[in-house]
């Protein structure tokens, strides 16, 4: 059975960084598209970055030039890079691939 676990949210100032994890057992990493997702309080679910299995990547206007995802195939590990975060940047971080979800992992940003 596939599973999918973050972890790295935590609290952290305007301006800081973090870098959440995601790791992936049950099932060969290597050949799936990845993608972290966010949901704010009372608001939608969005896609915040995607990874395809050749390493292309993509991500939303609202985090360009400030969030890195990444994978470490061997490790069967997806990353999110997180720098100069900012107030709005404060929501529940999923992994997801295809059908499957993590549980999410909390990023509080705040002063």
């Known amino acids: 059975q596939v599973q999918l676990v973050e972890s790295g949210g935590g609290l952290v100032h305007p301006g800081g960084s973090l870098r959440l994890s995601c790791a992936a057992s049950g099932s060969i990493f290597t050949f799936y598209n990845m993608g972290w997702y966010r949901q704010a309080p009372g608001k939608q679910r969005e896609l915040v970055a995607s990874i395809t299995s050749g390493g292309d990547t993509d991500y939303a206007d609202s985090v360009k030039g400030r969030f890195t995802i990444s994978r470490d195939n061997a490790k069967n590990t997806m990353y999110l890079q997180m720098n100069s975060l900012k107030s709005e940047d404060t929501a529940v971080y999923y992994c997801?691939?295809?059908?499957?979800w993590g549980k999410g992992t909390l990023v509080t940003v705040s002063s």
């Open positions: 997801r691939r295809g059908i499957i």
